[in-house]
């Protein structure tokens, strides 16, 4: 396979909401063009928004009205996939001829997922991954996917497959996504920390695989203009930190901090074969005869009628 140029778009979700939000998405399209970008990923919960510091009004064993009206304008601001959101963002990856991996807050029914949607230039929205794990208070607002919406998309750079923030941490959920193939790992986030940074090393140099990281940028809440309990209030709310990665551990681009913006980095899937020359994490370097994992891909579904 030829060498192909992989982006990670840097934002942060508009506090005006999801309408400027994907408008802001929408404006990078000459720079996607200009890149050359094969693959583009953006940050969890980008389109939607990650409310960090919310508490949605809940105590232990009560929840008060204000809570109840916060996750109401929470869940009007998620989107339906699909939906015009999604045909808006299919038709930026048809333009840029780039597959894009966007992170959003979806809608089904009266339950709300962290979801990284898959986008190819030809077919449109092609795949979906529903965050299997939300991490902490997420747990409130965010509903748990099951192992239905675990896809691998081939791409023109290489095979894709998107794990979200804290499931990166997940090493049966990482060893899955290896069995499976994926050459390049989108990984939206809205995790800051120096850190993650080495979290997102260790999964290329492990997984043998090129790492696309996008995190979220926000400003500090004295600029928002809100109180966030316990946070310094000039501190930026989410840093930012893209970050792409080779798979031998090696920075190719980024990170960016504190800024809006576009990195990009040219890599060679035919690397990764000799990158796995002496470490196949789900081949010569597994032990079958001792550890096996199952992965359940089949749909959860709470109610099914029979007839």
């Known amino acids: 396979m030829p060498k192909s140029i992989v982006a990670a778009l840097q934002i942060g979700s508009s506090p005006s ?34 409310p960090k510091g919310e508490i949605f009004g809940t105590r232990l064993g009560y929840r008060l009205p204000e809570g109840r009206e916060a996750f109401a304008d929470y869940f009007n601001n998620a989107i339906d996939v699909p939906g015009p959101e999604t045909e808006a963002l299919a038709g930026l990856s048809a333009r840029t001829g780039a597959s894009l991996v966007v992170g959003v807050i979806e809608r089904s029914g009266n339950t709300l997922y962290c979801t990284a949607l898959m986008f190819d ?18 747990r409130l607002i965010w509903g748990q996917g099951d192992g239905s919406t675990l896809p691998t998309v081939d791409t023109a750079a290489g095979r894709i497959g998107a794990v979200i923030c ?40 492990e997984g043998r695989c090129f790492v696309i990281s996008a995190c979220q940028v926000q400003p500090s ?9 316990g946070w310094d209030a000039q501190r930026p709310l989410i840093r930012g930190g893209s970050v792409i990665v080779g798979p031998m551990g090696d920075i190719l681009a ?17 690397d990764l074969v000799r990158a796995r020359y002496d470490f196949d994490v789900v081949g ?24």
């Not at 980024?254 to 035919?270: C, K, R, S």
């Not at 010569?284 to 007839?307: G, Q, T």
Request: charged share 20%.
């Open 221 to 229: 809440p004295a600029e928002l203009g809100i109180d966030v309990p």
């Open 254 to 270: 980024g990170p960016l901090v504190q800024e809006t913006g576009l990195i990009t980095a040219t890599i060679d899937t035919d």
């Open 166 to 205: 804290w499931e990166n941490h997940m090493p049966l959920l990482r060893t899955a996504m290896y069995a499976k193939g994926v050459e390049i790992w989108c990984a939206p986030t809205v995790d800051e920390r120096e850190i993650w940074q080495c979290s997102m090393r260790h999964i290329a140099h």
């Open 121 to 138: 230039p030809t077919h449109g929205l092609v795949a979906k991954h529903r965050k299997l794990m939300p991490t902490g208070t997420e």
């Open 17 to 50: 909401g999801k309408a400027d939000t994907l408008q802001h998405i929408l404006s990078f399209e000459s720079q996607i063009i200009a890149a050359g970008a094969s693959v583009v990923v953006m940050p969890e919960a980008v389109l939607g928004g990650y």
């Open 284 to 307: 010569h370097y597994a032990r079958p005869d001792i550890f096996r994992l199952s992965v359940d891909e089949r749909a959860k579904r709470s109610v099914d009628f029979l007839a």
